[in-house]
């Protein structure tokens, strides 16, 4: 008889003929019957999370929502849909950015429409997450009198086609209420943000117009929004047509007929499922995350008062037990469901009273769009098997299509009691509805994407390091580690200094082995202007490059580096049995070339001083002379040998005037024909070469940092340093971290290290982790430890799987510390063509470019590198291709001593 009666009923019977909102503004939402307020709900990453991190999360979205208004008439809708990402908006956005900075290259413009485009044509979907919180009845805002008074006006309207505009005395009724709400959830453990009305009115479009692009919004947005602007803000015609069979039911869907194009909508309501989860094992708001299509996931939840809760617990529990005296009188004997309910009611009554637990009445609505019906109905037999296979049971009742879409809109209310369950708030918060795979700052250049799911594209990946300089308190910094061969080199190395010289950023680069090179041997093909890229290769640059009484800024930190560069390059003195005696006449010999040339001098003028001590006459009365002429003979002799060598004339040679570049210039400092020591050696055990090599290096830490502090602090800067495992122990490169963390910021200067190792940095001021893969397991639990997750099992897998063969896949830590597996992709093939520096595809390939820049001497340097890294057998974490050992020097003696 139902069934016969529920024919007779025409299509839209009771449903709502057209969305009544009445009001829109900064704050509020109304509609005829009552006051909402919108907040979105940052998302988090799930990566590399321990179970303990993960039953904290719960906790976050649980103590959220506990702190959401209680009650039959404040009910609140969880929205969780994906946007297309506005691919016009961040390209106006970030080229503005890049105009304002200076000068681009001209390739920038092209490499920004073609990414533009490529993104438009992924259509990549970003997730969002919405609550919208119901204030109250607005028959109530003024009391008893209010609601006699809008009685009166309803009864003199019968028909009520006319749709008023709400009041301002009411409007600043809810504007209270909503400020109250707004500051509790953006305290909450989730930080919930606030919605103004143009990302409302982005949530409208995007929702009553489903599986289409949502059309483009005013040129002048209003103020507010009334019920004309919002009617016709999401104006179309909505109908209900057969969808076909689907297993052994027919459905039917809704059509809908808007402005941008014509669309098929499905609804699921959620019907059965366990009445338990198992957390973190089940997140059953994440069944169908590994569709390829988006799921649209609306729950309207109302949170029960305690004392409601246990009234509906005392009436289930003696309706079961009526049921059971009913049976016995009659004779019949209990079934299951008998037991079943009674314990389902004890449970309940027992955590409100024991536990104090909150319920909640849900309806967890699911929506599905497509622009063709034969499309949409297989994706929803494809989303009806997924959740099946979870353990979930959904219906798309026909006579419900329409009462379910205007429901899943932000205010949407249930008519009827159909699929509502009464579970735990916890059972909501433990679906983690903000879980996503998304990083990054949604701002920056494109850089790749996320790996979700089934190993498919999940979100794209958008990083600029210069926004951290300008909204993040600490120093913009990344570090990069990985074994050899991952790709980082030419994924969080090449790729970024490209991108920055096209940008104009200022950049100095730090380069061992020469594979920057190709910025300037490509420069035509890459876009960029070959007279802006400087290439310099230590070896063979000018005599007094880096004195280091010309790279400091004061007298006293002129005096303080020569004192290191000095004491470094002797430590077998130091150690002897003399060795404070020779660094105490070391000490005065600074001191007496820095009064001597009143704060100005140079580093071999101590040297002069040395020879000069040493040639004083004996006196005995004296003490302090003679100590000095005793002492100032071997570092003196020592200083005037090194001196003599091609190495030795960049610090002991006096240059004309300091190295500099102009804004947007990038520079390469080459070190090939440089001896570095391996990692961890100390300076008894090093070599002169090794020495020198390593004295020079930390005076180009000094002489980067002095690039950089003579230009503007506005500019944008960056520093990128290669290979940072075999300069990580020079005192004079970790001042440059230590300047980095601390000025680095208020100078707009970003520094980048790309090291084998995650033990190379310090984790307490890295802003940016980008974490390649790795063999071995005791380097896995330290790049757990730098990204700051638990080292379990699971974490170290996930590090040793990294790559699994392809190059470029990575683990990414942003600034807000959400962690997410990326695959790093290139715009254009022919740019990671001419990045690929392995040498199995074209052995010779980098050796040509440095002898076309450099000379061949270099490019014998680059080959002895090379044939060191083919005849290794295991290089270890700490090692490095360019750090030879004492009989490997990769230059000749007579190279390095010029003759």
């Known amino acids: 008889m139902k069934n016969a009666v529920s024919r007779l009923i025409p299509d839209g019977y009771q449903a709502p003929s057209r969305i009544g909102y009445r009001y829109l503004d900064d704050k509020i939402l109304l509609d005829g019957d009552g006051a909402y307020t919108l907040v979105s709900v940052p998302t988090r990453s799930w990566e590399l999370m321990s179970p303990l991190d993960k039953r904290a999360g719960l906790a976050q979205v649980y103590a959220c929502l506990s702190g959401l208004p209680r009650g039959v008439a404040h009910q609140t809708r969880l929205i969780t849909t994906e946007f297309p990402f506005n691919a016009d908006l961040w390209s106006q956005r970030l080229d503005k950015r890049t105009q304002s900075h200076g000068i681009p290259a001209p390739g920038w413009s092209s490499l920004l429409t073609d990414t533009r485009n490529r993104i438009n044509d992924a259509a990549w979907p970003i997730k969002r997450v919405y609550l919208a919180v119901r204030l109250g009845d607005r028959a109530s805002y003024n009391g008893a009198w209010g609601r006699v008074q809008r009685m009166w006006e309803q009864v003199r309207k019968p028909l009520d086609l006319d749709d008023e505009m709400p009041p301002l005395e009411e409007i600043e009724v809810w504007h209270d209420q909503a400020g109250d709400i707004r500051n509790t959830l953006a305290g909450s453990p989730l930080r919930c943000q606030p919605v103004g009305r143009q990302e409302a009115e982005m949530l409208l479009l995007h929702l009553t117009h489903p599986g289409l692009p949502a059309p483009d919004p005013a040129a002048t947005t209003p103020q507010r929004y009334g019920p004309g602007e919002l009617q016709a803000l999401c ?137 063709d019906r034969d499309e949409l109905r297989e ?74 799911a089934g190993g498919l594209p999940a979100e794209p990946v958008f990083v600029d390091h210069m926004l951290y300089a300008t909204q993040s308190q600490l120093a913009p910094t990344e570090g990069v580690p990985g074994d050899p061969g991952g790709g980082k080199t030419v994924s969080r190395g090449l790729k970024p200094v490209w991108e920055d010289a096209l940008r104009g950023i200022t950049q100095v680069v730090w380069d061992p082995k020469g594979d920057y090179l190709v910025l300037k041997k490509y420069a035509q093909e890459l876009g960029l202007n070959p007279d802006k890229i400087i290439c310099v290769n230590v070896y ?198 230590d300047r980095i963390k601390r000025l680095g910021r208020s100078r707009n200067t970003f ?39 638990e080292a379990n099992g699971s974490n170290i897998g996930t590090i040793l799987s990294l790559g699994g063969g392809q190059k470029g896949v990575c683990v990414f830590k942003d600034r807000g510390g959400k962690l997410a597996r990326v695959k790093v992709e290139f715009i254009y093939d022919f740019v990671l063509d001419i990045f690929d520096t392995n040498p199995e595809k074209d052995p010779e390939k980098m050796t040509r470019i440095i002898a076309e820049i450099f000379g061949e001497e270099a490019a014998g340097a680059r080959r002895e590198i090379e044939a060191k890294k083919g005849g290794a057998t295991g290089d270890s974490p700490g090692s490095d291709a360019n750090g030879a050992g004492e009989d490997d020097d990769p230059v000749p003696p007579q190279a390095l001593l010029g003759v």
């Open 379 to 452: 994706n929803a037999r494809d989303f009806v098997r997924t959740m099946r296979e979870a353990g979930y049971t959904v219906d798309a009742p026909p006579t419900h299509q329409k009462f379910f879409f205007y429901e899943s809109l932000p205010g949407g209310r249930p008519l009827d009691s159909d699929y509502i369950r009464r579970v735990p708030l916890d059972y909501l918060a433990a679906g983690m509805p903000h879980i996503s795979p998304s990083v990054g700052d949604g701002e920056g250049l494109y850089q790749g994407y996320t790996i979700g």
């Open 235 to 371: 104006g179309g015609e909505l109908t209900r047509e057969p969808l076909g069979r689907i297993g052994k039911y027919d459905y039917k869907c809704l059509r809908h007929e808007t402005v941008t194009g014509t669309s098929y909508q499905l609804w699921y309501a959620f019907s059965l499922g366990p009445e338990e989860v198992n957390f973190p094992g089940t997140l059953w708001l994440h069944s169908t995350d590994a569709l390829p299509f988006p799921v649209v996931q609306s729950i309207g939840f109302e949170i029960q008062e305690l004392a409601d809760t246990r009234k509906d617990a005392d009436k289930a529990l003696r309706n079961v037990e009526e049921q059971f005296f009913n049976d016995k009188e009659a004779g019949v004997s209990t079934d299951l469901t008998y037991h079943q309910k009674r314990e389902l009611a004890t449970q309940m009554k027992y955590l409100v009273d024991h536990h104090r637990t909150p319920f909640i009445r849900m309806r967890a609505l699911f929506g599905i769009a497509a622009t």
């Open 751 to 789: 520094l980048r290290l790309i090291s084998q190792s995650a033990g190379d940095f310090d984790s307490s001021f890295v802003t940016g982790v980008w974490a390649f893969g790795t063999t071995s397991k005791e380097e896995a639990e330290k790049t757990c430890e730098f990204l700051g997750v």
């Open 540 to 737: 063979d640059a000018d005599p007094g490059m880096l004195d280091p009484a010309a790279q400091a800024e004061t007298p006293e930190d002129a005096a303080q580096l020569m004192r290191e560069t000095l004491l470094r390059l002797v430590p077998d003195l130091l150690a002897g049995q003399n060795g404070s005696d020779f660094g105490d006449v070391i000490r005065q010999a600074v001191g007496a070339a820095i009064a001597e040339g009143h704060g100005s001098t140079y580093l071999m003028r101590v040297v002069e001083i040395l020879e000069a001590w040493e040639k004083l006459p004996p006196s005995p009365t004296n003490i302090n002379q003679e100590r000095c002429r005793q002492f100032s003979g071997p570092p003196g002799r020592r200083y005037r040998e090194v001196s003599r060598t091609k190495l030795g004339q960049l610090v002991f040679g006096r240059a004309p005037q300091p190295f500099r570049i102009p804004v947007g210039y990038t520079v390469i400092f080459c070190t090939l024909g440089l001896q570095m020591p391996d990692p961890g050696k100390p300076p008894e055990m090093m070599s002169e070469r090794e020495l020198l090599s390593d004295v020079i290096s930390g005076l180009m830490a000094d002489n980067t940092w002095n690039i950089m502090a003579t230009l503007d602090p506005a500019i944008p800067k960056a520093i990128t340093w290669d290979e940072w495992h075999t300069s990580k122990d020079n005192p004079r490169a970790r001042t440059l971290v």
